[in-house]
C-alpha cells in the first residue's frame, strides 16, 4: 500500500474522513488545499494560511500586528477593536449593563471555521463565556477607562485586559479580535474562494454577528459564499495577522521584564513610590517565585506601570512582526511540511489504518507505529527546526492526533473527570476505555507523574487500561528516564513506552 506527495493533494471536500482508499492507495486529506485542489502556492501568494481540516493549529490573531501594520486596512480594523471597545467601555460606566447585554455585547462564540487556537480534536473551542464577559466589564471601568485618551503609549490596546486577568490569556485576545474583524476575514476568504475553487465546493451562508451597528446597537448578519468543508463553512486567515506561543503584549512578559520596565520609568515619584513599596512586600530571603507574585501585584498598584509596559512593546513593534514571521513559518514547516511526511510514512506501514482490538490494543498499536515512523523513517525530524529540537509536549499530542485517521475509538483531549486532566481517552461505549498520556523526559515532575498519575486518571476515568509515553531528546535523558524507572520498578513494564526523538544516533533513511 503507497502514498505519494500527490496523492495527499486529491481531495473530497463533501466527505469529512480525510482518508479514502482505492486501488490499494491510500489519500489522505488533511489541508485547505487538499480538500479544495488548490496549490499551496496559490494560497501562499494570496497571503492566507493554508489551515488544517482536521484539527486546529496553535496559531492566533495578534491585534498587536494589526496596530503596528504598514497597511491602512489592518490599522482601520485596528481602529474598529478599539471603536468598539470605546464603545462598551462607555456602556460599562453608564452602569447600564444587564445580563441579556452582556449577552448581546461582551459574549462571542469562537470563530472556529479558522480552524486556528487551542483545540486538540477538531476545531470547537469554548468561546468567549460569561466569565470573560464579566472580566471585561468589570476592567472598562477600572482599567480602560482612559481608552482613547492615553498620555503615555501611542494608542489603546485590548491586550491590556490579559495583562489584568491570568484567566485571559492569549487564545481569549485572538478570539475576541477574530469577531471583531470577522467581517474583513470573510470577505478575504469570499473573495479567494470565488476567483480559486470549483462552485460546487462553495456554499451560501447567512453569518451571525458580522458587524455592529452604532445606530441601532445591534449586531447585524450578511450573506456570504464560502468553501464548505463537512456542513459548515471554512475561513481562511491571513498569515501576517498569526502568532504562535505569544501574542506580543502578554502576561509573562510582563512579569519576566519587570526590572527592565520599572528601570525605564522617567517619573521620579513613581519610581520612589514603587521602590518602597517593593522593599516592604519582598522578604530578604525571597524565591523567584514570590518575587514574580510581588512584580505582578505591583502592576495593579501602580497600573501606570502598565502603560509604560506597553509603550516598552510599542517601541519594539518591528520585533513583534519578525517573531510573527519566524513563527509562522516554525508552525509551516512543523505542522504542514513535516506532518504531511509523518502521515505518509504512516501510510507506507502496511495494515496501519486496519488496526483492530480493544482500545488499549488499539492505542498501543498507533503508538508504536509513531515510535517506528520517529525512531527508524525520519520521523524524528518533525521535532526539529533548523537542527535545533523543539521540546514541547503539546507537538507531540497534535502528532498523535494524526494517528487516529480511520478508528472506531471515540477519542477525546483532555479529559478532565475532577483529578486533573489527562491527554487522552480511548473509549467505545462505557466498558472500553484506555488513557494516553505524553510526556517529555526533560519534565522537573516526570518521576512523581509515574508514580502517581496514571494511577490517579485510571482511578477516575473507571479504567485499568493506561499507556504512558516519554519522548526523549539525548542520550543524557534517556539516561534520566532509565534511572526513574529502575527506581520506581517500572523497567519492563509495557504500558510504559519510551521514543527516541534523537538526531545525533539516526542515519538519514533517506541514505540508509
Given at each position: 500500500m503507497a502514498i505519494s506527495k500527490k496523492a495527499i493533494n486529491k481531495g473530497n471536500a463533501e466527505e469529512g474522513s480525510g482518508i479514502r482508499q482505492s486501488d490499494n492507495r491510500i489519500s489522505v486529506s488533511i489541508y485547505f488545499s487538499d480538500y479544495?485542489?488548490?496549490?499551496?502556492?496559490?494560497?501562499?501568494?494570496?497571503?492566507?494560511?493554508?489551515?488544517?481540516?482536521?484539527?486546529?493549529?496553535?496559531?492566533?490573531?495578534?491585534?498587536?500586528?494589526l496596530f503596528t501594520s504598514t497597511r491602512d486596512e489592518y490599522r482601520q480594523l485596528h481602529d474598529g477593536i478599539i471603536r468598539y471597545l470605546r464603545f462598551l467601555r462607555d456602556k460599562s460606566i453608564s452602569g447600564k449593563i444587564t445580563p441579556g447585554l452582556l449577552l448581546a455585547w461582551f459574549m462571542f462564540k469562537e470563530v472556529k471555521q479558522t480552524w486556528l487556537g487551542f483545540s486538540r480534536f477538531g476545531n470547537s473551542g469554548s468561546g468567549l463565556g460569561m466569565d470573560f464577559g464579566r472580566a471585561l466589564n468589570e476592567n472598562l471601568i477600572r482599567v480602560f477607562s482612559d481608552f482613547g485618551n492615553e498620555r503615555i503609549t501611542h494608542g489603546s490596546h485590548l491586550e491590556k485586559l490579559c495583562l489584568i486577568n491570568e484567566g485571559v490569556g492569549r487564545d481569549n485576545i485572538s478570539d475576541f479580535s477574530t469577531n471583531l474583524i470577522k467581517e474583513y476575514l470573510l470577505s478575504y476568504t469570499q473573495k479567494f474562494a470565488q476567483e480559486n475553487i470549483a462552485p460546487d465546493l462553495l456554499g451560501k451562508y447567512r453569518v451571525p454577528k458580522v458587524r455592529f451597528n452604532y445606530e441601532t446597537e445591534k449586531w447585524e448578519s450578511e450573506l456570504f459564499n464560502l468553501p464548505v468543508y463537512n456542513g459548515d463553512y471554512v475561513i481562511l486567515t491571513p498569515?501576517?495577522?498569526?502568532?504562535?506561543?505569544?501574542?506580543?503584549?502578554?502576561?509573562e512578559d510582563l512579569v519576566k521584564n519587570f526590572r527592565e520596565i520599572a528601570e525605564s520609568v522617567p517619573d521620579e515619584q513613581l519610581r520612589a513610590e514603587l521602590n518602597n513599596y517593593l522593599s516592604a512586600e519582598i522578604p530578604k530571603d525571597a524565591k523567584s517565585k514570590e518575587i514574580n507574585t510581588v512584580h505582578a501585584s505591583a502592576y495593579k498598584v501602580f497600573p501606570k506601570l502598565l502603560e509604560y509596559y506597553i509603550k516598552y512593546k510599542e517601541d519594539h513593534g518591528e520585533e513583534a512582526k519578525a517573531l510573527s514571521e519566524t513563527n509562522v513559518e516554525e508552525s509551516k514547516l512543523l505542522f504542514i511540511d513535516q506532518v504531511v511526511d509523518f502521515i505518509i510514512s504512516l501510510s507506507n506501514n502496511t495494515g496501519f489504518y486496519q488496526t483492530s482490538g480493544d482500545t488499549l490494543k488499539d492505542a498501543y498499536d498507533r503508538v508504536m507505529f509513531m515510535k517506528h515512523v520517529i525512531e527508524h523513517?525520519?520521523?524524528?525530524?518533525?521535532?526539529?527546526?533548523?537542527?535545533?529540537?523543539?521540546?514541547?509536549?503539546?507537538?507531540?499530542?497534535?502528532i498523535f492526533k494524526f494517528t487516529w485517521f480511520a478508528s472506531p475509538s471515540d477519542i477525546n483531549a483532555e479529559v478532565n473527570n475532577g483529578r486533573g486532566p489527562v491527554d487522552f481517552k480511548a473509549s467505545r461505549g462505557a466498558y472500553d476505555k484506555s488513557l494516553i498520556e505524553f510526556k517529555l523526559a526533560l519534565n522537573t515532575q516526570l518521576r512523581r507523574n509515574l508514580q502517581n498519575q496514571v494511577e490517579i486518571y485510571k482511578m477516575a476515568n473507571d479504567t485499568e487500561k493506561a499507556l504512558k509515553v516519554i519522548v526523549y531528546f539525548s542520550e543524557l535523558e534517556l539516561l534520566k528516564v532509565q534511572a526513574i524507572l529502575e527506581e520506581l520498578e517500572l523497567k519492563d513494564e509495557r504500558s510504559i513506552i519510551l521514543i527516541d526523538a534523537r538526531a545525533d544516533n539516526k542515519p538519514s533513511a533517506s541514505k540508509a
Open positions: 479544495f485542489n488548490v496549490s499551496p502556492r496559490l494560497l501562499e501568494e494570496y497571503g492566507a494560511f493554508n489551515i488544517s481540516l482536521v484539527n486546529d493549529l496553535p496559531l492566533f490573531i495578534d491585534p498587536f500586528l498569515v501576517d495577522m498569526l502568532t504562535k506561543d505569544s501574542i506580543w503584549i502578554n502576561r523513517q525520519d520521523g524524528y525530524r518533525l521535532f526539529y527546526i533548523n537542527g535545533e529540537p523543539v521540546k514541547r509536549e503539546s507537538d507531540v499530542q497534535l
